[in-house]
């Protein structure tokens, strides 16, 4: 699952999540330098410094994929969908970070640890969840071990890096705003977000729901491949700067105890358990940011449905919600040899 000989090229090196990615090859491979960093015009020629060399951004163009063996893309869903085909078309394995692919059949939508058998039919592009859809998923599939799931609510709690450095900036410039008694101006959110909460993200669809909270009905369906499973998502941004929280809502056809869900869920990798209520152990955003798990506690009987299971999911949505699983997916590939999907078989 080494990463070392391979050419690897980040497409939105200057991003929130192309940062996150460069730090965790920092972090996992000391020693790679074969890098490519890619981003829009105005982000060409910045210097960023990776394992102790010094790179130069380039802008990203239809000729930048051809010695690229793995091409992390995290930029708008519009770039995705014009780079992405070019890129694998070069002969570089895509691992694309936007919604522009996650649903497309013919693509595979992975959390390796949930399905990561799926990267066995890719065809040069591969599509991570959206940060939310994430967390939601590894902690249903070791559950779905004891007794199948009919049906997950989940009500997201989900941090402003979600919505990108803008809107992280528009935190801080906000609450510093308030606090001298002035008044918050949303530019880059719908609404302030400074000591609010906002029941919208992305735009409204005619159910009623958001893009946000169909991604994840949708693509949670996918990865673990119940297409016909009843999901419910309410997504709320919330005024923290790193990691988004999943209130949980699992319904199963059999009961499953709050203790064998511990078990299961102890088991799972990438995982981790806090749930020792009693001594205010539970997860939480500001524990979270910077690691790379999913953590869950307040596992309890659903009082609702004696069928049901809630808890409390918390990552870090810049780490295993986008940048972590892109990396894993790669290493994944490169020890399933499937770097280059079926073009080579």
């Known amino acids: 699952m080494d990463l070392q000989g391979l050419k690897l090229a980040v497409v939105g090196a200057t991003g929130a999540v192309g940062q996150e990615t460069l730090r965790l090859i920092e972090e996992r491979y000391p020693q790679h330098k074969n890098l490519k960093l890619l981003a829009s015009k105005r982000s060409a020629g910045r210097k960023i410094d990776v394992n102790g060399a010094t790179f130069t951004v380039s802008e990203a163009t239809d000729e930048s994929f051809d010695d690229v063996d793995i091409a992390f893309i995290s930029v708008s869903t519009e770039a995705s969908r014009h780079f992405g085909p070019i890129a694998a078309q070069a002969g570089a394995m895509v691992i694309d970070d936007s919604s522009a692919f996650r649903m497309d059949p013919e693509v595979p939508l992975v959390v390796p640890e949930v399905n990561g058998d799926d990267l066995d039919w890719h065809d040069g592009i591969v599509a991570i969840p959206n940060c939310s859809t994430t967390p939601l998923v590894m902690v249903a599939h070791p559950l779905r071990q004891a007794s199948p799931i009919r049906r997950i609510v989940a009500d997201t709690y989900q941090s402003v890096s979600g919505a990108g450095g803008a809107a992280m900036d528009e935190l801080r410039d906000q609450t510093r705003t308030v606090m001298h008694g002035g008044p918050a101006e949303a530019e880059v959110q719908p609404k302030p977000i400074a000591f609010n909460v906002v029941p919208q993200i992305d735009g409204f669809m005619a159910s009623g729901y958001t893009r946000e909270e169909e991604k994840m009905i949708n693509e949670s369906r996918k990865i673990l491949h119940e ?18 929280s999943v209130a949980a809502h699992l319904e199963f056809e059999q009961p499953v105890s709050p203790g064998e869900a511990r078990e299961l869920l102890i088991n799972m990798p990438g995982v981790t358990v806090q749930d020792d209520p009693t001594h205010s152990v539970y997860p939480m955003p500001v524990d979270a940011a910077g690691r790379d798990d999913v953590f869950v506690g307040r596992i309890r009987q659903d009082a609702s449905h004696e069928n049901g299971l ?5 990552t870090d949505n810049l780490v295993k919600g986008a940048a972590l699983n892109a990396l894993q997916i790669a290493e994944h590939a490169v020890e399933k040899g499937a770097v280059h999907g079926r073009r080579e078989q």
Do not use: D, G, L, N
Not at 227 to 242: E, I, K, L, N
Not at 310 to 314: L, P, T
């Open 227 to 244: 297409p016909q499973m009843a999901v419910s998502a309410t997504c709320v941004r919330v005024p923290v700067f790193v990691s988004h």
């Open 310 to 314: 809630a808890m409390w999911i918390v």
